[in-house]
């Protein structure tokens, strides 16, 4: 006979029960995107070991998009007057292709140096620096010559050698003020300054030189505010540690032959850098070339127009594009992240895919109806901009933090290198091959219209191979993240694989299972 002592049922005496009311954890949502473990507490909350407070990194966050706006509207201002410097220049489209492809070459460069640089000096005096030179060249290559081409090719270049000291910089000063959700949606912010300063540089620059008279003052805006920034660089910009954000200060810089080696290991590097590169293809060869295409083709339907206001339209198309773009990329990737880790190469393979169809038929249709292309390429546009924070995000949650600033270099030489370095005078090219088999007529409106859009079809194949790298990368995102989070905290050395891992805890796992049935 079983014999059971009352309370036998599921009742429980109150004074029995062990209560602790000294807990005061905060009570956080579990969710991975917006649960704030005690990094992010010591990082957002309060005052860190830096000083670094909440509010001083907001306020460095927005002085980094404050420059990097002012970078992409610099870079593309050119592109907003390009009818005007071909016409002072005397120049075939190859030739002014060279204008953007001069500027990539010379940025793509000196990426690796300035990358070196800010993986083991501080950050904010070198971009300090960059700016500086960046604005005093931009402002004396307005006063070139038109006999001296060449002299202004040198110039534009040298601008690439200021903003290298910037974009391979400024995010991972985010990531290390940052970290999980909080960095996603920080570097989204951060990112709205390429399509807006994109736009701005076409709508700044065309406008400025209609009211001034001449394009040249085109390049005399953005100068002064480079100057103003190198200031709110150096009075509000704060140096994080490298790695605070994720528990990584503990970590110490490798040789340069080492952190090479280790990036070419990682496989998601690798492959989201070779389909990034994809990208910059695309928007470089549409950044400088959309905008000449779009006033061919209305003049060749017979319509009435002028390169300012289709720079005005491109602006605010690409204004437009990158905020949806930029905006729906991040948000989506951070969602669906929830239920699949492999979210966001998945995102930038979806946003190069969609963008093939609605570029091709863009350019079908700009023979027939002018706003019908307007309406596609801003569709295509979106599409494209899906990536660039998911990108940044994914280098930065792969990579350790003491290599990010060299991970973000070689991702912009090798992405610019075969991209957009190439793209603008490749397109130029092409199409200066097509319009020459036109003899006589090789200048006028309709050949250079229908040569264009030959030459641009190519960035439709780019834009699939673009997104089979993507698809690539989704393969090996999760075990490289894990790997570099159990690097960074210290779990892990940088030669052992993750499968060393993966076995040792399988192992522990074991153990702990037979202990507790013997006991």
């Known amino acids: 006979m079983i014999t059971l002592a009352p309370p036998f049922d599921d009742t429980f ?13 905060l009570i956080l949502p579990n969710d991975e995107d917006e649960e704030i473990d005690a990094v992010e507490l010591r990082t957002h909350e309060t005052i860190n070991s830096n000083g670094i407070s909440r509010k001083t990194a907001y306020i460095t966050v927005a002085t980094l998009l404050l420059i990097n706006l002012l970078n992409y509207m610099d870079r593309f201002t050119v592109a907003g007057v390009l009818k005007d410097v071909i016409k002072y220049y005397d120049l075939t489209f190859s030739e002014a292709g060279l204008i953007q492809t001069s500027f990539i070459c010379i940025y793509m460069v000196f990426s690796p140096i300035f990358g070196y640089l800010g993986d083991r000096y501080t950050r904010k005096y070198i971009m300090a620096c960059g700016i500086s030179l960046w604005s005093l060249v931009t402002l004396a290559s307005s006063f070139v010559p038109s ?47 390429i399509p807006v300063g994109s736009g701005l540089g076409y709508i700044i620059g065309s406008n400025v030189a209609k009211l001034l008279g001449a394009w040249q003052w085109a390049l005399r805006v953005t100068p002064a505010l480079g100057l103003l920034c190198v200031i709110l660089i150096l009075i509000f910009c704060k140096e994080p540690v490298r790695g605070m954000a994720d ?7 490798t040789s340069v032959m080492t952190d090479i080696k280790e990036l070419v290991k990682c496989k998601s590097y690798v492959l989201s850098t070779i389909g990034f590169t994809c990208v910059t293809f695309v928007a470089g060869a549409l950044a400088l070339w959309a905008p000449v295409f779009m006033l061919d083709a209305t003049e060749t339907l017979g319509q009435s127009t002028s390169e300012e206001q289709v720079s005005l339209i491109f602006g605010v198309i690409t ?54 292309t307007w309406i596609l390429i ?31 270099a070689f991702q912009i030489l090798l992405s610019h290198a075969f991209g957009d370095a190439g793209s603008p005078y490749l397109i130029g090219l092409i199409a200066d091959a097509i319009s020459a088999k036109h003899g006589s007529t090789s200048k006028s409106t309709p050949v250079q219209y229908k040569s264009l859009q030959y030459s641009l079809f190519t960035t439709t194949f780019v834009c699939v191979i673009g997104g089979a790298f993507f ?11 894990r790997r570099c989070e159990q690097i960074t905290k210290g779990l892990l050395e940088s030669t052992e694989s993750l499968d060393d891992v993966v076995s040792g805890e399988h192992a ?12």
């Open 247 to 253: 528990e990584g200060e503990h970590l110490s810089n």
């Open 13 to 25: 005496h109150l004074e029995d029960m062990p209560v602790d009311f000294s807990d005061t954890q």
């Open 147 to 193: 006999n001296s081409f060449y002299g202004f090719i040198l110039l534009r270049g040298c601008v690439g050698i200021g903003e290298a000291s910037y974009s391979t910089i400024a995010p991972t000063i985010i990531a290390d003020l940052f970290s999980k959700g909080m960095r996603t949606k920080m570097l989204m912010i951060f990112y709205f300054a």
């Open 378 to 408: 801003f569709i295509g546009e979106t599409m494209l901009c899906l990536n660039w924070a998911i990108v940044a995000d994914m280098l930065l949650y792969v990579v350790i933090p003491t290599r990010r600033s060299t991970a973000e």
């Open 319 to 372: 204004v437009a594009a990158g905020f949806i773009g930029v905006a729906a990329g991040a948000e989506s990737a951070r969602r669906y992240k929830v239920y699949n880790p492999r979210a966001d190469p998945l995102i930038c393979a979806l946003g190069i895919l969609v963008c093939v169809p609605f570029l091709y038929f863009s350019l079908v249709l700009s023979q027939y109806n002018i706003m019908a």
């Open 508 to 519: 522990v796992k074991t153990i702990s299972r037979d202990i507790h049935v013997i006991t």
């Open 471 to 481: 698809l690539a990368t989704a393969m090996f995102i999760q075990k490289d993240k």
